[in-house]
């Protein structure tokens, strides 16, 4: 049964030619694949070709998988929806996906770096909303998977990302010393190097430094953080 699934997700791998955005009908090839895989190697093999296929009726068939029995299951759908670059579906169902795994670390900072590939803006309220808990960090218990939010919010290349990132550098920085010590120097150092990498600018713990720049300088990026 296996082989003969992953030998029919071989005759259909090539469903378009590159750079081509896939069909209905190819993204129904891939879901069908998804139902009938039975076994989990092939239920693996079906899931990481449908990852190829960066479609909406994908993303929604991959979805209810983040909250499978098995974990390599989940983690298999985390890694194809984070191969569907830029689509707003694969970055909703793996906002999704972060209740289902709240306490299962790996497969949670696994979710959250799959958002920050898909790179989507969709999942911004998402991550603002999970990381701000913990922001200045409350609970150390929490560091990694704060982090993790943090990091995917830097690779949303959206002006809304920076705004959330400026918010958490001033609740950072206005606790004042210690800021950057202790068990708030991983998200104090995730939040300054996301600002960082979207803005080319590094901020000096200063209160309102940050937030002054963003004042002048915003209007000399667009929406997606490229330079006008």
């Known amino acids: 049964m296996a082989f003969r699934i992953c030998a029919a997700l071989a005759l259909v791998a090539s469903f ?15 879901v069908a694949a998804l139902k009938a895989a039975r076994e989990a190697e092939a239920k693996k093999a079906a899931i990481a070709d449908a990852g190829t296929c960066p479609h909406a009726t994908v993303a929604a068939a991959l979805a209810p998988m983040l909250a499978d029995a098995d974990d390599a299951i989940r983690t298999a759908a985390v890694e194809a929806l984070g191969s569907m670059k830029g689509l707003a579906d694969a970055a909703r169902a793996l906002a999704g996906g972060v209740g289902p795994n709240a306490k299962k670390p790996e497969v949670l ?25 913990n922001v200045p960090m409350k609970d150390e218990k929490a560091s990694d998977a704060t982090v993790a939010a943090v990091n995917a919010l830097a690779e949303i290349k959206s002006k809304a990302s920076v705004e959330v990132l400026l918010d958490f550098y001033k609740k950072q920085v206005g606790i ?35 937030e002054l720049w963003w004042r002048k300088n915003k209007d000399k990026f667009n929406e997606d953080m490229t330079k006008k």
């Open 109 to 133: 900072k696994a979710v959250f770096a799959a958002i920050g590939k898909v790179g989507h803006a969709t999942a911004i309220p998402m991550l603002k909303d999970f990381a701000s808990r």
């Open 176 to 210: 004042g010393m210690g800021c950057s010590a202790g068990i708030q120097a991983a998200v104090y150092s995730a939040i300054s190097g996301g600002l960082k990498t979207l803005t080319g600018e590094t901020f000096n713990s200063l209160p309102g430094e940050a």
């Open 16 to 30: 378009a030619m590159a750079g081509d955005p896939p069909s209905a009908e190819d993204a129904k090839v891939k």
